[in-house]
Antibody
Framework: QVQLQQSGPGLVKPSQTLSVTCAIS??????????WNWIRQSPSRGLEWLGR?????????DYAVSVKSRININSDTSKNQFSLQLNSVTPEDTAVYYC????????????WGQGTLVTVSS | QSVLTQPPSASGTPGQRVTISCSGS????????VNWYQQVPGTAPRLLIY???QRPSGVPDRFSGSKSGTSASLAISGLQSEDEGDYYC???????????FGGGTKLTVL
Protein backbone atom coordinates (compact mmCIF):
# COMPACT_ATOMS: atom_id res chain seq x y z
CA GLN A 1 0.00 0.00 0.00
CA VAL A 2 1.45 3.32 -1.08
CA GLN A 3 1.33 6.16 1.41
CA LEU A 4 2.37 9.77 0.91
CA GLN A 5 3.03 11.82 4.05
CA GLN A 6 3.39 15.56 3.66
CA SER A 7 5.19 17.99 5.92
CA GLY A 8 5.96 21.67 5.82
CA PRO A 9 5.18 25.04 7.39
CA GLY A 10 1.64 26.31 7.23
CA LEU A 11 2.56 30.01 7.11
CA VAL A 12 4.93 31.75 4.71
CA LYS A 13 5.61 35.46 4.37
CA PRO A 14 5.14 37.23 1.03
CA SER A 15 8.23 37.18 -1.23
CA GLN A 16 9.65 34.19 0.64
CA THR A 17 9.92 30.54 -0.44
CA LEU A 18 7.23 27.95 0.17
CA SER A 19 8.55 24.44 0.83
CA VAL A 20 6.58 21.23 1.26
CA THR A 21 7.97 17.70 1.40
CA CYS A 22 6.28 14.40 0.55
CA ALA A 23 7.66 11.20 2.08
CA ILE A 24 6.88 8.01 0.18
CA SER A 25 6.26 4.56 1.62
CA UNK A 26 5.31 1.49 -0.40
CA UNK A 27 7.03 2.72 -3.57
CA UNK A 28 10.28 4.36 -4.64
CA UNK A 29 10.82 7.93 -5.77
CA UNK A 30 13.23 6.39 -8.32
CA UNK A 31 10.56 4.13 -9.82
CA UNK A 32 10.64 3.93 -13.60
CA UNK A 33 6.87 3.54 -13.80
CA UNK A 34 5.71 6.51 -11.71
CA UNK A 35 5.91 10.29 -11.61
CA TRP A 36 5.66 12.37 -8.48
CA ASN A 37 3.43 15.40 -8.70
CA TRP A 38 2.43 18.53 -6.84
CA ILE A 39 -1.11 19.87 -7.13
CA ARG A 40 -2.71 22.73 -5.25
CA GLN A 41 -6.29 23.69 -4.53
CA SER A 42 -7.80 27.04 -3.69
CA PRO A 43 -11.33 28.45 -3.90
CA SER A 44 -10.29 30.89 -6.61
CA ARG A 45 -8.19 28.55 -8.80
CA GLY A 46 -9.70 25.12 -8.08
CA LEU A 47 -7.37 22.16 -8.59
CA GLU A 48 -4.17 23.28 -10.30
CA TRP A 49 -1.34 20.97 -11.36
CA LEU A 50 2.03 22.52 -10.56
CA GLY A 51 4.56 20.02 -11.78
CA ARG A 52 6.20 16.63 -11.43
CA UNK A 53 9.50 14.83 -11.22
CA UNK A 54 10.31 11.33 -12.44
CA UNK A 55 13.23 9.03 -13.11
CA UNK A 56 13.78 7.28 -16.44
CA UNK A 57 17.53 6.46 -16.40
CA UNK A 58 17.94 10.12 -15.42
CA UNK A 59 15.80 12.67 -13.59
CA UNK A 60 13.23 14.82 -15.38
CA UNK A 61 10.91 17.60 -14.22
CA ASP A 62 7.90 19.22 -15.89
CA TYR A 63 6.30 22.41 -14.63
CA ALA A 64 3.06 24.27 -15.26
CA VAL A 65 3.48 27.42 -17.32
CA SER A 66 1.80 29.49 -14.61
CA VAL A 67 4.58 28.82 -12.08
CA LYS A 68 7.50 27.75 -14.27
CA SER A 69 9.70 30.71 -13.37
CA ARG A 70 9.25 30.19 -9.61
CA ILE A 71 9.08 26.45 -9.01
CA ASN A 72 11.49 23.64 -8.31
CA ILE A 73 10.62 20.01 -7.61
CA ASN A 74 13.44 17.75 -6.52
CA SER A 75 13.88 14.30 -5.07
CA ASP A 76 15.91 12.82 -2.24
CA THR A 77 16.53 9.15 -2.91
CA SER A 78 18.22 8.59 0.46
CA LYS A 79 15.00 9.61 2.24
CA ASN A 80 12.64 8.38 -0.50
CA GLN A 81 10.87 11.70 -0.72
CA PHE A 82 10.35 14.63 -3.03
CA SER A 83 9.86 18.30 -2.36
CA LEU A 84 8.21 21.40 -3.75
CA GLN A 85 9.80 24.82 -3.58
CA LEU A 86 7.85 27.84 -4.78
CA ASN A 87 9.72 31.13 -4.73
CA SER A 88 8.56 34.73 -4.41
CA VAL A 89 5.16 33.79 -3.08
CA THR A 90 2.20 36.16 -2.85
CA PRO A 91 -1.17 35.80 -1.11
CA GLU A 92 -2.42 34.30 -4.41
CA ASP A 93 -0.32 31.22 -3.59
CA THR A 94 -2.37 30.51 -0.49
CA ALA A 95 -3.81 27.03 -1.06
CA VAL A 96 -3.89 23.43 0.06
CA TYR A 97 -0.91 21.71 -1.52
CA TYR A 98 -1.11 17.99 -2.38
CA CYS A 99 1.51 15.54 -3.51
CA UNK A 100 0.31 12.69 -5.71
CA UNK A 101 1.66 9.63 -7.47
CA UNK A 102 1.00 9.31 -11.17
CA UNK A 103 1.37 5.87 -12.69
CA UNK A 104 2.36 5.32 -16.33
CA UNK A 105 -0.35 2.70 -16.69
CA UNK A 106 -2.97 3.66 -15.91
CA UNK A 107 -2.23 7.32 -16.58
CA UNK A 108 -3.79 8.86 -13.46
CA UNK A 109 -3.16 10.12 -9.93
CA UNK A 110 -3.80 7.01 -7.88
CA UNK A 111 -2.40 8.02 -4.49
CA TRP A 112 -2.52 11.43 -2.81
CA GLY A 113 -0.95 12.97 0.26
CA GLN A 114 -3.14 14.33 3.01
CA GLY A 115 -2.72 17.95 1.92
CA THR A 116 -0.91 20.88 3.52
CA LEU A 117 -2.64 24.23 3.95
CA VAL A 118 -0.11 26.95 3.24
CA THR A 119 -1.11 30.53 3.97
CA VAL A 120 0.92 33.39 2.55
CA SER A 121 0.63 36.32 4.90
CA SER A 122 2.81 38.79 6.72
CA GLN B 1 -11.08 29.60 -15.27
CA SER B 2 -10.51 25.85 -15.56
CA VAL B 3 -9.44 24.30 -18.86
CA LEU B 4 -12.06 21.55 -18.57
CA THR B 5 -15.68 22.65 -18.13
CA GLN B 6 -18.02 21.06 -15.62
CA PRO B 7 -21.40 22.17 -14.29
CA PRO B 8 -20.93 23.74 -10.84
CA SER B 9 -23.66 21.67 -9.25
CA ALA B 10 -25.79 18.56 -9.61
CA SER B 11 -28.39 16.95 -7.41
CA GLY B 12 -30.64 13.95 -7.11
CA THR B 13 -32.70 11.97 -4.68
CA PRO B 14 -31.64 8.63 -3.20
CA GLY B 15 -31.85 5.86 -5.79
CA GLN B 16 -31.79 8.22 -8.76
CA ARG B 17 -29.22 8.33 -11.53
CA VAL B 18 -27.22 11.50 -12.08
CA THR B 19 -24.65 12.41 -14.70
CA ILE B 20 -21.88 14.97 -14.61
CA SER B 21 -20.38 16.26 -17.83
CA CYS B 22 -16.84 17.40 -18.59
CA SER B 23 -16.05 19.30 -21.74
CA GLY B 24 -12.59 19.90 -23.16
CA SER B 25 -10.76 20.15 -26.46
CA UNK B 26 -8.72 18.12 -28.90
CA UNK B 27 -5.52 18.78 -26.95
CA UNK B 28 -6.81 17.19 -23.76
CA UNK B 29 -9.93 15.00 -23.71
CA UNK B 30 -9.91 14.58 -27.49
CA UNK B 31 -6.50 12.95 -27.48
CA UNK B 32 -6.05 11.52 -23.99
CA UNK B 33 -7.89 9.48 -21.39
CA VAL B 34 -10.06 11.07 -18.73
CA ASN B 35 -9.96 10.42 -14.99
CA TRP B 36 -12.53 11.32 -12.37
CA TYR B 37 -11.92 12.14 -8.71
CA GLN B 38 -14.27 12.37 -5.76
CA GLN B 39 -13.52 14.73 -2.90
CA VAL B 40 -15.24 14.89 0.45
CA PRO B 41 -14.67 18.30 2.13
CA GLY B 42 -11.52 18.35 4.22
CA THR B 43 -9.95 15.34 2.52
CA ALA B 44 -7.75 14.72 -0.51
CA PRO B 45 -9.30 13.79 -3.86
CA ARG B 46 -9.83 10.06 -4.38
CA LEU B 47 -9.49 8.31 -7.74
CA LEU B 48 -12.95 7.23 -8.89
CA ILE B 49 -12.61 6.45 -12.61
CA TYR B 50 -9.46 6.12 -14.72
CA UNK B 51 -8.86 5.59 -18.43
CA UNK B 52 -12.34 6.98 -19.26
CA UNK B 53 -14.33 4.09 -17.83
CA GLN B 54 -12.27 1.90 -15.48
CA ARG B 55 -12.96 1.62 -11.77
CA PRO B 56 -10.17 1.09 -9.22
CA SER B 57 -10.75 -1.74 -6.81
CA GLY B 58 -13.10 -0.69 -4.05
CA VAL B 59 -15.14 1.72 -6.16
CA PRO B 60 -18.76 0.52 -6.43
CA ASP B 61 -20.05 -0.35 -9.88
CA ARG B 62 -22.70 2.34 -9.38
CA PHE B 63 -20.05 4.68 -10.74
CA SER B 64 -19.33 4.61 -14.46
CA GLY B 65 -17.52 6.80 -16.95
CA SER B 66 -17.64 7.40 -20.67
CA LYS B 67 -15.96 9.56 -23.26
CA SER B 68 -16.94 10.74 -26.71
CA GLY B 69 -14.85 13.12 -28.77
CA THR B 70 -13.86 16.07 -26.58
CA SER B 71 -16.37 15.37 -23.81
CA ALA B 72 -16.65 12.90 -20.97
CA SER B 73 -19.32 11.97 -18.46
CA LEU B 74 -19.53 10.45 -15.04
CA ALA B 75 -22.72 8.60 -14.15
CA ILE B 76 -23.80 7.63 -10.66
CA SER B 77 -26.71 5.23 -10.40
CA GLY B 78 -28.59 4.25 -7.27
CA LEU B 79 -27.60 7.54 -5.64
CA GLN B 80 -26.73 7.32 -1.95
CA SER B 81 -26.27 9.99 0.70
CA GLU B 82 -22.57 9.16 1.01
CA ASP B 83 -22.09 10.14 -2.64
CA GLU B 84 -22.35 13.80 -1.64
CA GLY B 85 -19.17 15.69 -2.38
CA ASP B 86 -17.23 17.33 -5.16
CA TYR B 87 -16.37 15.59 -8.42
CA TYR B 88 -13.52 16.57 -10.72
CA CYS B 89 -12.48 15.44 -14.19
CA UNK B 90 -8.85 15.54 -15.28
CA UNK B 91 -6.84 14.87 -18.42
CA UNK B 92 -3.35 15.42 -19.79
CA UNK B 93 -3.13 18.38 -22.13
CA UNK B 94 -0.68 17.97 -25.02
CA UNK B 95 -0.55 21.70 -25.80
CA UNK B 96 0.11 22.78 -22.21
CA UNK B 97 2.29 19.72 -21.54
CA UNK B 98 0.59 19.27 -18.20
CA UNK B 99 -2.46 18.02 -16.36
CA UNK B 100 -5.67 20.01 -16.48
CA PHE B 101 -8.72 19.74 -14.26
CA GLY B 102 -12.36 20.65 -14.41
CA GLY B 103 -13.70 23.25 -12.02
CA GLY B 104 -15.56 20.61 -10.06
CA THR B 105 -19.20 19.69 -9.61
CA LYS B 106 -20.80 19.75 -6.19
CA LEU B 107 -23.21 16.83 -5.86
CA THR B 108 -26.07 17.13 -3.41
CA VAL B 109 -28.27 14.20 -2.44
CA LEU B 110 -31.67 15.67 -1.62
Amino acid sequence: QVQLQQSGPGLVKPSQTLSVTCAISGDSVSSNTAAWNWIRQSPSRGLEWLGRTYHRSKWYSDYAVSVKSRININSDTSKNQFSLQLNSVTPEDTAVYYCARQQLDPWCFDYWGQGTLVTVSS
Amino acid sequence: QSVLTQPPSASGTPGQRVTISCSGSSSNIGGNTVNWYQQVPGTAPRLLIYSNNQRPSGVPDRFSGSKSGTSASLAISGLQSEDEGDYYCAAWDDSLNGWVFGGGTKLTVL
